[in-house]
């Protein structure tokens, strides 16, 4: 479980083939400090594990199917990434509930900054949509936000220079692809509700009220 407030970015020192995975080497100083081999790491909102350490850095291993879902595919030498570590059960809940279960990608239609505030409108699918509400949380890059405007095909965003500040979000541009993750309570109140209709409609055709 994460919160999607990033604790530091890292600075990917190389990425190599693995069969149908990829290994990705981070640089991280504070990540790295406190690390063990099976460890759950967010890398840009993806829950990875780390398989390898040392003084600085560590490795972790994303599969075909994390590939097909997120921007980690896009990687190379030299580019920054969100990181966080699993939190801790004693820890203070900052952010919101993040699995590190990437839903799927987004991709950047605008942007616009001032010295208070950035506006970014994020296009996103029709499946990811059905679980975002007006003034909702979505995680971006693995940055936990809140969603200003709802349209029928994008979220619009407004972060503070702190969150621009302390994550790689300050260096988004157009067309940019991002990692969503939807709020996880949304998705199980809607399979729950899908539930219910299924066996109210059961209970009714049992007993002759439907045909």
């Known amino acids: 479980m994460f919160t999607g407030i990033i604790e530091e970015i890292g600075r990917v020192a190389g990425v190599k083939s693995s069969g149908d995975n990829i290994l990705i080497e981070i640089t991280a100083p504070l990540i790295s400090s ?3 081999l099976g460890k759950s790491i967010a890398v840009n909102g993806a829950c990875l594990t780390a398989v390898a350490f040392c003084a600085g850095e560590f490795t972790v291993e994303a599969t075909k199917a994390t590939l097909a879902s997120t921007n980690l595919g896009l990687l190379t030498r030299g580019s920054a990434v969100n990181l966080e570590r699993a939190m801790r059960a004693d820890g203070r809940f900052d952010g919101h509930f993040v699995q590190g279960h990437v839903d799927g990608t987004g991709r950047i239609r ?12 994020i296009a996103v699918a029709d499946e990811l949509l059905a679980y975002m509400v007006h003034k909702g949380s979505v995680a971006v890059n693995g940055v936990s936000l809140t969603i200003m405007e709802l349209k029928s095909d994008a979220i619009v965003l407004n972060i503070i220079p702190h969150t621009l500040k302390e994550t790689t979000l300050i260096s988004l541009k157009e067309g940019d692809i991002v990692n969503i993750e939807t709020d ?3 998705k199980y109140v809607l399979k729950a509700k899908g539930n219910k209709k299924e066996i109210d409609e059961k209970f009714l055709k049992e007993n002759g009220f439907l045909l």
Do not use: F, G
Not at 110 to 121: C, D, F, P
């Open 34 to 36: 406190d690390i063990a």
């Open 110 to 121: 605008s942007l616009s900054k001032n010295s208070s505030a950035a506006a970014i409108e």
């Open 184 to 186: 996880m309570l949304a």
